[in-house]
Nanobody, 124 residues
Framework: QVQLVESGGGLVQAGDSLRLSCAAS????????MGWFRQAPGKEREFVAT????????YYADSVKGRFTISRDNAKNTVYLQMSSLKPEDTAVYYC?????????????????WGQGTQVTVSS
């Protein structure tokens, strides 16, 4: 059974940093493109970042570029999202997901397995 478990969320102040983790079981993440998405209350789920199987290629939403960094440790079967200079508009539930695509994608429909999400709240 495939499971993706996100952790590391919490309540922080604007300008703070957080690192989210996504631990996978039931699959080997090295065989998948990985992505992070987020969903704020009353809004649709939106793309945050994606990373290729080897980690050589990464893409980010314009809203987080320069502040967030996606990385992966295939040996630990884990993907990370380092978030810095957090803003109140970053408040959302953050989800990790896997994709069998050859390259990264910003479309949620390209992703197969999803975690349950972790809440990030940024106060002003």
């Amino acid at each position: 059974q495939v499971q993706l478990v996100e952790s590391g969320g919490g309540l922080v102040q604007a300008g703070d940093s957080l690192r989210l983790s996504c631990a996978a079981s039931g699959l080997t993440v090295s065989g998948y493109v990985m992505g992070w998405f987020r969903q704020a209350p009353g809004k649709e789920r939106e793309f945050v970042a994606t990373i290729s199987r080897t980690g050589a290629t990464r893409y980010y939403a314009d809203s987080v570029k320069g502040r967030f960094t996606i990385s992966r440790d295939n040996a630990k079967n884990t993907v990370y999202l380092q978030m810095s200079s957090l803003k109140p508009e970053d408040t959302a539930v953050y989800y990790c997901a896997t994709s069998r695509r050859y390259s990264g994608s910003s479309h949620s429909s390209d992703y197969d397995y999803w975690g349950q999400g972790t809440q990030v709240t940024v106060s002003s």
